[in-house]
T-cell receptor, first 114, second 110 residues
């Protein structure tokens, strides 16, 4: 199916564990993004990528690692999960950096760190 | 630092009761202002892009307008299915990143 898919949809992990959230898009969009959404903060950018092998930090990158070896995949890794990383994570993609049709978002991964 | 503030935080309307949501922004070099709709448990869904002051765009019961400091999302004769969180975002400067506001939760009662 065409689109952008995130997995898993829900994840519970323990403090200190490493966890990877997956994002896959079928359009070959150049740009991909990771946001987290928390009550009161809205969506905040973690990392983004303009093309394969090109990544850059967003507003809240600490504690996260990304890679983009293939255009269609953009995994997000929490190296040592903390309770403050409990959140809903959204992946998004765009061909032209958002113009004219904005980003297309996935359905999100709800991560709970206990 | 680019900032986006949305008001009100939450809005309750009766079906058919028109109203407006506000998005005020402080950026250096606005390239575009975006409106999204988000339903519970889902990712944001793109609605509009506005590029310059004076621009307006419409889609069904929604109309977005833009000035030099803020944008409004006007909802005319809303229906219960318009209930959602509406997000505003800006893209500024040379980057391709969107900066989002915290959103307005809209509830429309029949």
């Amino acid at each position: 199916d065409a689109g952008i898919t995130q997995s898993p949809r829900y994840k519970i992990t323990e403090t200190g564990r490493q966890v990877t959230l997956m994002c896959h898009q079928t359009w070959s969009h150049s740009y991909m993004f990771w946001y987290r959404q928390d009550l009161g903060h809205g969506l905040r950018l973690i990392y983004y990528s303009a093309a394969a092998d090109i990544t850059d930090k967003g507003e809240v990158p600490d504690g996260y690692v990304v890679s983009r070896s293939k255009t269609e995949n953009f995994p997000l890794t929490l190296e040592s999960a903390t309770r403050s990383q409990t959140s809903v994570y959204f992946c998004a993609s765009s061909e032209n950096g958002g113009f004219p049709d904005g980003y297309t978002f996935g359905s999100g991964t709800r991560l709970t760190v206990v | 630092e680019d900032q986006v503030t949305q008001s009100p935080e939450a809005l309750r309307l009766q079906e058919g009761e028109s109203s407006s949501l506000n998005c005020s922004y402080t950026v250096s070099g606005l390239r575009g202002l975006f409106w999204y709709r988000q339903d519970p448990g889902k990712g944001p869904e793109f609605l509009f892009t506005l590029y310059s002051a004076g621009e307006e765009k419409e889609k069904e019961r929604l109309k977005a307008t833009l000035t030099k400091k803020e944008s409004f999302l006007h909802i005319t004769a809303p229906k219960p299915e318009d209930s959602a969180t509406y997000l505003c975002a800006v893209q500024a400067g040379s980057g391709n990143k969107l900066v989002f506001g915290a959103g307005t939760i809209l509830r429309v009662k029949s």
